[in-house]
């Protein structure tokens, strides 16, 4: 069983077409929490690390027991020992302003440096700002994808979730990335749907990942392998975060996601048939 663990609802609608037009055979091993604190769930988990000697923890038996405290019993029955891999998303969201913005790095390194393993405690993936950034852009491919950003202070002048609305090809439309079935569809119609959609994450994949690598090494290309989630970070930090523009690179995790879990052959096929 693999384990995805999201902070916010918005992104059910995303993960869901990801699982039925990347993992058709797959999905019913697949258990989501949304709506989790992935902070407060670290620090249970850190808690927990400093008694360590007197009691064996793991951040399932850890988040199940944070659900719970919520009346959510989504892992209620799961044990440790079931799940093999857990994936957690994250919001940057350098517009929140209850803390200094310094603060929330700090909350953000701690979290990428604990959050390194799948296998383990989990892998952790951030979306720059928000979850929203997977459609910021324009027409698909967008090839100008790799140089957009977003200033802090506009996102706290202007929710960001209203300027990807009015910066999107695709609006509120989200047919281009989800597999949305009509009762007047048949098989050949379904078919040419999930293609169109399947074609336009891929694009999008291909996209985040050269945008990635831009990030960390000013190359607007595919890597081998997608770039370290704290290298991103690290590499925001430096060239947009800490400037005097305060601005950050918009950047989506479901894409990195898709090319780390599957590697660069899941857009080879795609340019393959190009």
């Not at 509120?172 to 749907?193: G, H, R």
């Amino acid at each position: 069983m693999i384990l995805f663990v999201f902070e916010g609802k918005a992104d059910k609608t995303y993960f869901e077409a990801i699982k039925r037009l990347f993992f058709p055979a797959k999905s019913e091993t697949f258990l989501c929490t949304y709506n989790s604190n992935t902070y407060s769930l670290y620090t249970k988990l850190k808690s927990h690390d400093a008694l360590k000697e007197m009691l064996e923890v793991d951040t399932v038996s850890v988040l199940k027991e944070i659900l719970l405290e919520k009346g959510d019993e989504t892992l209620k029955d799961i044990r440790e020992d079931e799940v093999s891999e857990i994936y957690l998303f994250f919001d940057y969201d350098f517009q929140e302003d209850s803390r200094t913005l310094e603060e929330n790095n700090s909350r953000l390194s701690e979290l990428l440096d604990y959050f390194t393993d799948e296998t383990g405690r989990g892998k952790l993936y951030i979306n720059y700002p928000m979850v929203e950034s997977l459609r910021y852009t324009k027409e698909l491919p967008d090839n100008n994808y790799w140089q957009y950003t977003v200033t802090r202070q506009r996102c706290q002048e202007e929710n960001f979730k209203h300027q990807v609305h009015e910066f999107s090809f695709y609006k509120s439309n989200l047919e281009y990335l989800v597999l949305t079935i009509k009762p007047a569809d048949d098989d050949a119609k379904i078919q040419q749907k999930a293609d169109t959609a399947k074609t336009n994450w891929l694009h999008l994949v291909t996209m985040n990942t050269s945008k990635a690598n831009y990030i960390c090494n000013d190359k607007n290309e595919l890597p081998d392998e997608v770039n370290n989630q704290q290298d991103i970070f690290d590499s925001q930090l430096s060239k947009y975060v800490n400037t005097e523009e305060c601005k950050v690179a918009i950047l989506n995790a479901f894409p990195l996601f898709l090319f780390d879990y599957f590697g660069r052959k899941i857009v080879n096929c795609r340019e393959e048939t190009d």
